[in-house]
């Protein structure tokens, strides 16, 4: 193992966010209104502390929810830290989604326990809607086993080649697990770093 792994993977061991805590819907602060984890433009009401309404509102035109006055602002607002969409998993979904690890035009509804598809108007989802651009698929994202995170693997980053994630916590890595191969590539088969690997990018 080269210097620079091993200097990249003492950063990474101070990391402890998940990313997928903040895409819960918060009204456990006894206000009226809350944040749409996944959505600034947006707010939710609560009706107490574990019950919100079902669908988001939206602030008026040019305003934004801001987090500190639970209120929709045009300026100084604070919008929510952006949260990891993609959950691949119902135990945690992402606002009762989870995405497919293989197929980008569909998800499953937890709640309903069924698959949807995307229309072919707005083909991809990312997470939490179907969209147009296939670079949010979910589908890109890499995601760690429990196996993975018992025993350190690094996993490939789809949109380079020269990057990996290392597993530190089941599900999507985050970016402060994010590591760069000093030379070569990632190498798919010996899930580390070599220098005869091809480039293999299927999301850039
Ligand atoms: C891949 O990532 C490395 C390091 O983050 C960056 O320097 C490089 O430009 C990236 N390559 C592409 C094709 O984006």
Redesign the pocket.
């Known amino acids: 193992m080269s210097p620079y792994v091993v200097v990249a993977l003492l950063m990474v061991g101070v990391s402890t966010s998940t990313g997928m805590d903040t895409c819960k819907i918060d009204c456990t602060h006894n206000l009226p209104f809350t944040a749409d984890p996944v959505d600034c433009r947006n707010y939710y009401i609560c009706y107490g502390f574990f019950e919100h309404s079902e669908f988001p509102f939206t602030c008026d035109s040019g305003m934004f929810f801001d987090l500190n006055s639970h209120t929709c602002l045009s300026s100084g607002y604070k919008c929510t830290p952006d949260c990891e969409k993609c959950s691949f998993d119902c135990a945690a979904p992402v606002l009762g989604k989870r995405a497919s690890t293989v197929d980008c035009g569909v998800y499953f509804d937890c709640e309903h326990n069924d698959w949807i598809s995307c229309s072919p108007d707005d083909p991809y989802f990312d997470g939490h809607v179907c969209q147009k651009d296939e670079y949010h698929c979910c589908t890109c994202k890499s995601s760690c086993s429990d196996y993975d995170v018992a025993n350190h693997v690094m996993v490939p980053d789809y949109r380079?080649c020269?990057?990996f994630y290392l597993c530190l916590e089941p599900g999507i890595p985050d970016e402060s697990t994010h590591g760069?191969c000093p030379s070569g590539n990632y190498d798919s088969q010996r899930k580390t770093c070599t220098d005869d690997a091809p480039c293999i990018q299927p999301c850039?």
């Open positions: 380079n020269t990057n760069h850039a």
